[in-house]
Every structure is written in structure tokens, then in C-alpha cells.
């Protein structure tokens, strides 16, 4: 793989502070997934999550500090990493960790102060001054971890109408209409869940929500007609108990923090990834998407799995994880859905991938 490029990209995020390079792009073999590291830049600190914009050309990151920031960086030659299209522009709120584009915005995920800004993409695809700051409200029963709001995953809708935002400080997902982000209602989870992460039924109807907390899915039911969820109930991450991991995300091997959830693109299965346990577990899904059953739980393949990706093609799994400074990737089985660990690529303090 080291004399091959196929053209398409990976690009790795990762924590500058714990000794990551910033941004690694590799090159993807389709077939067999595999990885091979081909630039890195630290333009920006703690790129912890990317996004890249639908042509590919532009790749937007967040800057995951006190100051927080976003930065659009352009997709070069292949033979070139990415450079900035402008300097970092501050999302006015601390610790961002997740955006997405959404409505002519890159929108941001601001954990540490609980915040959601909106900044308008601009001619070109640079980022403006933002246009708007939504401070979230509120807090949670745990003592540690929710005293206040904690906004951590903004993620537009299937219709492209909403964006519903996670806020794992009030158990809470908020929902914005778009354009223009405007505040359309609040739905409350379990209290002390957690929430972290949401993604979509391929169909659009089902939205599946991370907890973080207290390790389990919770299936809603999403009406874009209404911009409307309803919580519909929980499955266990880990088959056969709750797995609570209910202290700081610093713990020992055996507590469970789940992090990401992502679904096949035919609906049929779902796959989580969990901290400290250091797993991966897959659902089958059915013709509903109501009730996710968990069939197998597989190692991450390293420690601290952050992200969790499917890729482009459908066949391989990705798992960033962070503590062990790897990105691994996996066959998928296509009767069952169970990942088989194949490959692995070194990327100290990884945090996300996404693919172009």
C-alpha cells in the first residue's frame, strides 16, 4: 500500500495537546479499507472534529480549545496537505468539539461552555463572523458532569430542515429550524443519560441518540414535518447489563463510556463504539428501526475509541481511538453486520475520521 494511491482520502483528526500531529490525510484502498498516511499539518490546535464540505475541496475543522475556533482549510493537490483559507475564526464559546454544515453555516458544538454558534460560509467557502450564539440552559443530576450545560454534537436533518443539537450537561436535544437557526423546541431524555451522539435511520424517520452516562441507544421516532422527537426507549451498549459509566470519562478498564453510533446505509444494522470497555457493538435492526438488538461486541482493535466511521463504500468500519494513538479499520460482515478487525494506522491522540 506504501507505493499506492488511489486517489480517494481520509482525514484524521487529533489532539495537538496530547501529542497528535493535527491533521493527517492518507489515501483509502476501497477494497480493503486500508490506510496509508500521506501528509500531516498543525495549522490549527486540537483539530478535534472535521467536516468536509460536499465537493471535497474545502475541509473545515474545529479548534477544540478555551478559545475556541473553527478554520476552513482548502483541499489541494493530492500531493499537498490542506492549507488554511483564512485565519481561525472564534466560534464565542469554549472547547468546541463537533460541527456541521448545515443552512450556509458551519454550525459548532461548543462542550465547554454549552453553546451552539452558527458562522456563514462565505464566497469561497471561508468562514465569517458568526451570526448567531444559542447558550444552552440547565443542568443534570450528576454530580460531576452536569453541572451545567455541555453542548456536544450538532446534526442536521435528513430533510435538511432542522438541526438538532445534543447536549449531554441537561439531557437534552434541541432542535433549530433552518435556514437561519431558529429555535423550534427542546426534548428532554432520561435524567443522567447523557447524551452525546445522534445520527439517522437511512430512511429518516428513526434517529438513534448516544448516552454517555448511563451506556445505552435510545431510538426516537423524527417527524421533519414537525421538527419533532419522541423518544421511543433505551437498548443496553453492552448486551446483558447497563455498564454504568457514570464517573469522569478518565476511568479504568471495565467502565463503559459510549461515544459515537453510525448506521449501514440499508438500514439493516448499527454500530457503537465504547470507552474503557474498548468495544465495538453491533445491532441488528428491524424493518422499523425500533428495537435495536445488540449480536456481537468486538474490540476497537486499540484504547479509547473516540469516533466511530462507516466508509464510503459501505464495507469497512473506522475506529479513531484516541488513547492508544490508532485508527482501525474493519471488514464488515454483510449477513451479519460483525466487524473483523483488519488493519491499523498509527495517529497519536486520533479523534475522528471522515473520508473524500
Do not use: K
Not at 14 to 33: K, L, W
Not at 198 to 213: C, D, K, M, Q, S
Not at 267 to 292: C, H, K, M, S, Y
Amino acid at each position: 500500500m506504501a507505493g499506492t494511491d488511489t486517489g480517494l482520502r481520509a482525514y484524521i483528526g487529533s489532539f495537538t495537546s496530547e501529542g497528535g500531529a493535527g491533521i493527517t490525510v492518507a489515501s483509502r484502498d476501497p477494497e480493503s479499507g486500508a490506510l496509508c498516511p500521506r501528509h500531516t499539518t498543525d495549522v490549527v490546535a486540537n483539530p478535534s472534529y472535521l467536516a468536509l464540505a460536499p465537493g471535497g475541496d474545502i475541509l473545515y475543522t474545529v479548534r477544540e480549545t478555551d478559545d475556541g475556533a473553527a478554520a476552513a482549510l482548502m483541499v489541494t493537490d493530492p500531493g499537498t496537505p490542506p492549507v488554511p483559507l483564512a485565519a481561525p475564526v472564534s466560534v464565542r464559546g469554549a472547547g468546541p468539539t463537533h460541527l456541521a454544515l448545515a443552512g450556509g453555516h458551519l454550525l459548532t458544538a461548543n462542550y465547554v461552555s454549552g453553546s451552539v454558534t452558527a458562522l456563514p460560509l462565505l464566497d469561497g467557502g471561508a468562514l465569517g463572523e458568526p451570526t448567531a450564539v444559542f447558550q444552552d440552559e440547565g443542568s443534570g443530576p450528576h454530580p460531576e458532569r452536569q453541572r451545567g450545560p455541555h453542548a456536544h454534537h450538532v446534526r442536521p436533518d435528513p430533510s435538511g430542515r432542522w438541526l438538532l443539537t445534543v447536549d449531554l450537561g441537561t439531557d437534552a436535544v434541541r432542535i433549530y429550524g433552518l435556514p437561519g437557526l431558529r429555535p423550534h423546541g427542546a426534548v428532554s431524555l432520561r435524567p443522567g443519560s447523557g447524551p452525546r451522539h445522534l445520527t439517522f435511520h437511512p430512511r429518516g424517520e428513526r434517529a438513534y441518540v448516544i448516552n454517555e452516562l448511563e451506556p445505552t441507544l435510545t431510538t426516537c421516532r423524527w417527524d421533519a414535518a414537525d421538527g419533532r422527537l419522541e423518544p421511543l426507549g433505551e437498548t443496553p451498549v453492552l448486551p446483558g447489563g447497563s455498564g454504568s459509566g457514570r464517573s469522569e470519562p478518565r476511568g479504568s478498564a471495565g467502565e463503559c463510556f459510549p461515544s459515537e453510533v453510525v448506521v449501514s446505509g440499508d438500514g439493516r444494522f448499527a454500530w457503537a463504539a465504547a470507552r474503557g470497555t474498548d468495544t465495538v457493538t453491533t445491532f441488528a435492526l428491524d424493518a422499523t428501526g425500533d428495537r435495536p438488538e445488540p449480536v456481537a461486541t468486538t474490540s476497537c482493535g486499540g484504547s479509547w475509541p473516540r469516533d466511530l466511521a462507516l466508509g464510503p463504500e459501505g464495507r469497512h468500519l473506522y475506529a479513531a481511538n484516541e488513547r492508544s494513538g490508532d485508527v482501525t479499520w474493519f471488514s464488515l460482515d454483510p449477513a451479519t453486520g460483525v466487524p473483523r478487525q483488519a488493519g491499523s494506522l498509527a495517529v497519536p491522540a486520533a479523534s475522528c475520521v471522515v473520508f473524500g
